[in-house]
Each structure stands twice: as C-alpha cells, then as structure tokens.
C-alpha cells in the first residue's frame, strides 16, 4: 500500500516534498535509472521514426535523458526548450554546442530567431515531471510553460489526438496516490520512469 501524501494535499507542500525526495537519490543510483529510463522511452510503441524530439536539461534532481540523447535514432532530431515570451519554443541541440541560461538559471541553445521551432511541429516532447500518478496525470513545477505551449491539445474533439505525443519522464519514487487534474492541465500520452511505462487513454482519464 502506498505511503504517499493524500490528495488532499496543498499542490506546493506536496511538489517541495517530491523535489526533496528526487535531490536525495544517490549518483549511482540515477545514472542506472538514466538507463532505464532511456530503455523505455527507445521502447514506446509511438515513438517517432522521423523528426524533432524535445528533452530538457535536467536540474534540481530530475532524471537526467543524456542515455536516450545518444541513443536516438538516426531519423530523431533532439532538441532543448527555449522560453520565448510566455510559452516554449525548441531548438536543436548536440552536445558541445552552445547554451545560454534563461531567467531561471537553466541552459538553452544559444541559437537565431529562425532556428527555432514551434511546439506543434515537435514529433515528440518530454515533459520532467515533479510528480505522477498511475493515471499519467502530471505535477510540474508550477509555471504553467507545458501547458500553455501545448494548450492547442486540448481543442481536440472526441478520441482524437493533435500532434506531438506528450510523455511524461521521471524517478518511480515520484509517483503518488493520486493528483487532482485542473481544467487547464494538458493531457501525456504516456509517462516513463526508470520502473515502468504508463500509456495513457485520454477519453477515460479527463
């Protein structure tokens, strides 16, 4: 039986306990994890065989995606996000490149106006996660910046679902009871951790 906190609980007491518990694991233990991780994303039975895919550059304690960066196939473009106004844009990014660090103190590739690419041209995007549940609903840091970005998902009508295939990427130990989903939140498609892969149904979990 799962000790998590309950649902009950104030969204920011909850993500600064998540955010604790991530910092405490071990290096060796997230570099296995990075591993894994990498496995299941490579595995996903969606994942695109051509064009842009989206990471980000892990801090305070997410999962790090440098495994799944060099294990991309040849066909995957990756790409970090760039804040632009008050939503993502992505940029291609290789390791060695150049980066610049945004407002909140996290590198972004160091690129022109017109190298960007805008989110609904993404084939896949990673979203970190401060948290999850089994149903693949999403506990971020609080910004809002997926969920603005990805905000056209949600004028899908019916079963259907509008481009980019939103996956969730992090530690198990994130995982909770359950999270109350908010009428602005953006649907995953699915959510990978180092333990498990969460496919999501979007007409049953909204």
């Known amino acids: ?18 955010r604790n518990r991530r910092r405490e694991i071990p290096a060796g233990q997230r570099m296995a994890a990075a591993e894994s991780l990498s496995s299941r994303l490579l595995s996903l039975p969606f994942l695109p065989g051509r064009g842009d895919v989206a990471g980000y550059w892990a801090m305070d304690g997410e999962i790090a995606l ?35 660090t945004n407002r909140y103190g996290i590198p972004e590739p160091e690129v022109a106006e017109d190298v960007m690419l805008e989110p609904a041209s993404m084939a896949l995007v990673l979203v970190p996660l401060v948290g999850f549940d089994a149903r693949g609903h999403r506990l971020g840091m609080g910004g809002g910046w997926y969920d603005r970005s990805f905000a056209f998902r949600n004028a899908s009508h019916g079963s259907a679902r509008r481009p980019p295939w939103l996956v969730g990427a992090g530690f198990g130990l994130q995982q909770v009871d359950a999270l109350d989903v908010q009428p602005w939140d953006v649907a995953l498609d699915a959510v990978c951790s180092e333990r498990d892969t969460i496919l999501v149904d979007h007409p049953g979990n909204r």
């Open 1 to 18: 039986m799962s000790t998590d906190p309950p649902t009950t609980i104030d969204r920011k007491v909850l993500r600064r306990e998540l």
């Open 66 to 100: 440098h495994a799944f960066q060099m294990r991309l196939p040849s066909g995957l473009r990756y790409c970090l996000p760039v804040l632009s106004g008050d939503r993502l844009r992505f940029a291609p990014w290789n390791a060695g490149d150049p980066l610049a």
